[in-house]
């Protein structure tokens, strides 16, 4: 999924930088984000009326489209508007186009990619756009969502045979129905094409075509006059008015503003992400007019789970980590279940994410004969009965793939705070201060006995039971890859106001964009990226025809 450059600014969790690997496997290593103080909320609250306080420019810079906002969105846009003949102007936070979720993700959710059709995967526009309007419950912009859907394979297309970056497919992991419904930037090498040398290829395309970059400036507020964005203020080494005909926001979402995630999310969220993201975009828009849509959530850490009191947040091959997706008792901070735990194990990008905001502070909690099972080299997915229908997803991803040194792990919680063990069960409800945990694991070890779960229904092969001390408990928080939710636009991605009706001038794309994405995140995988690099074509082709 997504991943990360950490921020500078006051509003981000970190106060250095730092960058985890994306779909992968390094972890954000000593970088534990902390909680917010008073002062930060103080903080968060100064910088979202910055969005409607203009300041003097010392300079003025003018173009025919902004793009505020240089990751996967923001590179497209401007990569659309040049094609089209029109001056543009990059505004980008960071140091290079190479620090954004678009630069570091896996790779797209597509259709009808070259790629699939040398395959022969035979997946069609009306049936992916028919899933994800059903799954969202119609709830998104439909329009909006078929046209991004039909330049999904293209825009793959488009990386190999006009960019040069390496695309191939990658595997049907979560059960789509097709070989593959999703590229990966592999080609035939090993390793993930990502960073600049992923998307550095666009930047030079746009520079070709006579567009400019502004790195280390951040957008700020929107220039609105009569009704109308006709640019953007920003601030780096010094505050520049950019006005502009069209202006395209596309800066990320705000996986990187604790109290915003808090608010919309009613707990802490660990950020997997990009951090530089800190929802600038979505306040200066709502600042000028703009309304806020219904879907927020997040998409979810599909690896392990994660604790901020750990030294890496989370690490892939450790089992204090992973245990947490693995189908095993989840259970709330008072020891009672909260979730059909193989839902979690099925899908943990898209109801995982989901799943876990409902758990808030959640435990996985197994015993002796669980952890002896995984040291001894048996992966998950054998352990849990090799259940090839129900779960999937551990075929795909888990098979012959043993955890390594899954003791060593465990000690490692242990000191830092977040995993406990105990003689009894008794002794861990009392570590974790969980009453109800001795009761939830007594029902639980009856339905592991009778291979029924009467409570939430999950498949028997998730039913371990914990009978053999010691026992051991794992607190999670919710973690996030990128955040869903922010303005609503209308069909072509323009901003709208609290009437349903545009605002002129102004765009938005990317995870600023509360229209593409639902909450529960889509259960195609890639679907964020692909609604970025498609979101920022389409802002780009819109905002070129409206200036005509």
């Not at 419904?181 to 520079?207: C, H, I, S, W, Y």
């Not at 709502?286 to 890496?312: D, H, P």
């Not at 008072?334 to 758990?359: D, H, T």
């Not at 999670?476 to 009706?501: K, M």
Request: with cysteine; net charge negative.
């Amino acid at each position: 999924m997504e991943n990360i450059e950490k921020g500078l600014s006051r509003r981000t969790f970190l106060a250095f930088g730092g960058v985890a690997a994306l779909g992968g496997a390094a972890a954000l290593a000593g970088c534990a984000p902390q909680s917010a103080s008073s002062a930060d909320k103080a903080a968060a609250d100064s910088d979202a009326n910055e969005a409607a306080t203009m300041k003097t420019a010392d300079e003025t810079r003018e173009c025919d489209i902004v793009v505020v906002g240089a990751g996967g969105a923001g590179l497209w846009a401007a990569v659309e508007a040049v094609r089209a003949g029109k001056s543009v102007i990059v505004v980008e936070k960071g140091g290079n186009v190479g620090v954004g979720n678009g630069a570091l993700a896996g790779g797209p959710f597509m259709v009808g990619s070259k790629l699939q059709q040398e395959a022969g995967v035979d997946f069609t526009v009306e049936e992916a756009f028919t899933h994800i309007m059903e799954y969202a419950h119609w709830s998104t912009n439909a329009a909006a969502i078929k046209a991004a859907v039909e330049i999904s394979g293209e825009t793959v297309d488009q990386f190999t045979d006009v960019f040069g970056v390496p695309t191939g497919l990658r595997p049907d992991n979560y059960g789509a129905g097709h070989a593959s419904v999703r590229a990966n930037f592999q080609g035939d090498t090993e390793a993930q094409v990502k960073g600049e040398e992923r998307m550095k290829p666009l930047q030079e395309f746009v520079e070709a075509e006579g567009g400019e970059f502004l790195f280390n400036t951040a957008g700020k507020r929107l220039i609105m006059e009569d009704g109308a964005c006709v640019g953007v203020q920003c601030e780096g080494d010094a505050v520049i008015d950019v006005r502009a005909k069209q202006t395209i926001v596309a800066t990320g979402g705000f996986l990187g503003n604790v109290e915003m995630m808090k608010e919309k999310f009613g707990t802490f969220v660990n950020p997997l992400g990009s951090v530089l993201s800190t929802g600038e975009g979505i306040d200066m828009v709502q600042a000028a007019g703009g309304q806020l849509s219904t879907q927020w959530g997040i998409a979810g850490n599909e690896f392990t789970g994660s604790n901020q009191l750990a030294s890496g947040l989370y690490e892939r091959n450790n089992a204090a980590f992973t245990i947490g997706i693995y189908g095993t008792l989840l259970v709330n901070n008072q020891g009672r279940r909260f979730s059909n735990e193989g839902k979690f194990a099925n899908l943990p990008l898209a109801l995982g994410g989901a799943i876990s905001l409902v758990g808030g502070k959640y435990y996985a909690v197994v015993d002796q004969a669980y952890i002896d099972g995984l040291a001894s080299g048996t992966d998950a997915w054998t352990l849990c009965g090799a259940d090839a229908e129900n779960w999937r997803t551990g075929m795909m991803t888990l098979k012959d793939k043993p955890l390594e040194k899954v003791e060593e792990g465990l000690e490692a919680g242990q000191s830092e705070g977040w995993v406990f063990k105990a003689d009894s069960i008794e002794e861990l409800a009392e570590a974790i201060d969980a009453p109800a945990l001795v009761e939830t694991v007594e029902t639980y070890n009856a339905a592991c006995a009778a291979g029924k779960d009467e409570q939430f229904y999950k498949p028997a092969c998730f039913l371990q039971p914990i009978a053999t001390g010691p026992f051991y408990a794992m607190q999670y928080e919710p973690s996030a890859w990128v955040t869903i939710g922010g303005i609503r636009t209308n069909d072509r991605l323009q901003a709208i106001d609290g009437d349903g009706l545009p605002i002129a001038g102004l765009y938005v794309a990317g995870a600023d964009n509360g229209t593409l994405m639902s909450a529960p995140y889509c259960d195609y995988e890639g679907y964020s990226l692909m609604c970025a690099y498609c979101g920022g074509r389409l802002a780009g082709q819109y905002a070129a025809e409206a200036i005509g």
